[in-house]
């Protein structure tokens, strides 16, 4: 199944990966010394996944129009600008200039969480699962190199503990817009003068099987984004965690996030993707228990394992699900729609997360998202005897 893309899109996931460790670590934590207003202190934050939620349809507009490799290149480009943007915000204590540079780095996020469908053009449908878990699994490089550019950077030169981190990142999204030059994607055929130019947004969603893959991305997504933006808030500013602690359970938690992209793939060709996203949803749900149980290091790094394994196995399965339910013709518009949704709602999720702390606690913020993932359990269930599910698993079997 290996091919250049794929090893190239795994090398750019890690790329993209480190970046968000970085900045999801420090995000909170350097918002809450810029501001006098605790409850903005995720803010930053907050505005990076709204930006990504509001460029995610420019962003398939884009390359449906010049193709994958220059939208990556584009987003590799915006991570670099905000890179350095950080730089000159932490040097001027300016919070509008932090704001901005996380905004900026939500539109490469609107790019960079592409890389998946890319990998599924580069394979073909049959093989969606593994090959979307095969470049998830480029993170576990970013989930190990992230924390360690936090905490290094912060010993190499303690007066100013962020600069080294993200001049690395600046390098790093650079080697990103190279390589994603070397990609080689089939042109894009969507709207052409062609006979199919494919159902509407509309038509799509009187498919259950389109509505269950978009809830089952979206809660996934909307949970972890939710509880991991509060985490490093509860944890340094609240409960006193020193910064390698905290940076700590942020690698544990992305190593739960990618490390099960090693067997994800497989798992949903032999057990079904339905069946794994069930997983996925309970796993999630034992998270939140594990949070909810106490505030103890043990706590909140299981917590977080768990927040990310659930993750995994939600966003991988209803990716796949997802494919199920267009047509080569109809994928930009499909993709564009799941990706608003699913970041529209960690937007949400994650500007929730710094006041609900600020607000109720760490007890409380846990106990948010329970209602949503019954719902999506229950959706899951409403699905179970699709067709579509059954034609796909017959093709994946086939292709195995």
């Known amino acids: 199944m290996l091919n250049r893309n794929l090893l190239i899109l795994f090398c750019c996931q890690l790329v993209a990966a480190t970046g968000s460790v970085v900045m999801v670590t420090l995000g909170s934590i350097i918002g809450a010394q810029l501001t006098q207003v605790p409850a903005l202190a995720t803010l930053p934050i907050s505005l990076m996944v709204v930006i990504t939620a509001l460029s995610t349809i420019p962003a398939a507009l884009l390359m449906r129009r010049f193709g994958r490799p220059i939208g990556f290149a584009v987003g590799c480009?915006?991570?670099?600008?905000?890179?350095?943007?950080?730089?000159?915000?932490?040097?001027q204590g300016s919070f509008l200039g932090f704001c901005c540079a996380m905004s900026a780095l939500g539109i490469n996020m609107a790019f960079s969480q592409q890389y998946r469908f890319a990998a599924i053009e580069s394979v073909g449908l049959a093989r969606a699962g593994r090959a979307v878990s095969f470049v998830?699994?480029?993170?576990?490089?970013?989930?190990?190199?992230?924390?360690?550019?936090?905490q290094h950077s912060a010993r190499v030169n303690p007066s100013a503990p962020y600069d080294l981190a993200l001049l690395v990142l600046c390098g790093l999204y650079l080697l990103g817009a190279f390589l994603v030059s070397a990609l080689r994607m089939a042109k894009p055929t969507e709207d052409n003068a062609t006979s199919d130019r494919g159902r509407s947004v509309r038509e799509l969603l009187r498919q259950p099987v389109f509505v269950v893959a978009?809830?089952?991305?979206?809660?996934?997504?909307?949970?972890?984004?939710?509880?991991?933006?509060?985490?490093?808030?509860?944890?340094?500013?609240?409960?006193?965690?020193?910064?390698?602690?905290?940076?700590?359970v942020i690698r544990a938690h992305v190593l739960g996030m990618y490390l099960p992209s090693l067997v994800s793939g497989l798992l949903i060709?032999?057990?079904?993707?339905?069946?794994?996203?069930?997983?996925?949803?309970?796993?999630?749900?034992?998270?939140?228990?594990?949070?909810?149980?106490?505030?103890?290091?043990?706590?909140?790094?299981?917590?977080l394992i768990l927040l990310g394994v659930g993750w995994n196995f939600l966003y991988v399965g209803g990716t796949t699900m997802l494919t199920f339910a267009y047509r080569d013709s109809e994928r930009f518009r499909a993709q564009a729609f799941n990706e608003f949704c699913v970041f529209g709602t960690a937007a949400t999720g994650s500007l929730l997360a710094g006041t609900t702390m600020h607000l109720f606690g760490w007890f409380n913020t846990a106990a948010v998202p329970l209602p949503l993932l019954v719902i999506t359990l229950g959706a899951l269930f409403w699905v179970r005897r699709s067709p579509l599910l059954a034609r796909q698993g017959r093709a994946t079997e086939q292709s195995a």
């Open 269 to 303: 060709d032999r057990l079904g993707v339905l069946r794994m996203m069930s997983a996925g949803a309970v796993i999630l749900l034992a998270a939140l228990l594990t949070g909810m149980d106490g505030h103890s290091l043990g706590h909140y790094t299981w917590a």
């Open 214 to 248: 978009v809830l089952g991305g979206t809660a996934g997504y909307g949970v972890m984004s939710f509880l991991m933006t509060a985490t490093p808030l509860s944890m340094h500013q609240v409960d006193g965690y020193s910064l390698a602690e905290t940076a700590a």
């Open 136 to 150: 998830l699994l480029g993170a576990v490089g970013g989930a190990l190199l992230g924390p360690y550019l936090v």
């Open 77 to 91: 480009l915006s991570a670099l600008t905000a890179s350095a943007l950080t730089l000159w915000a932490v040097s």
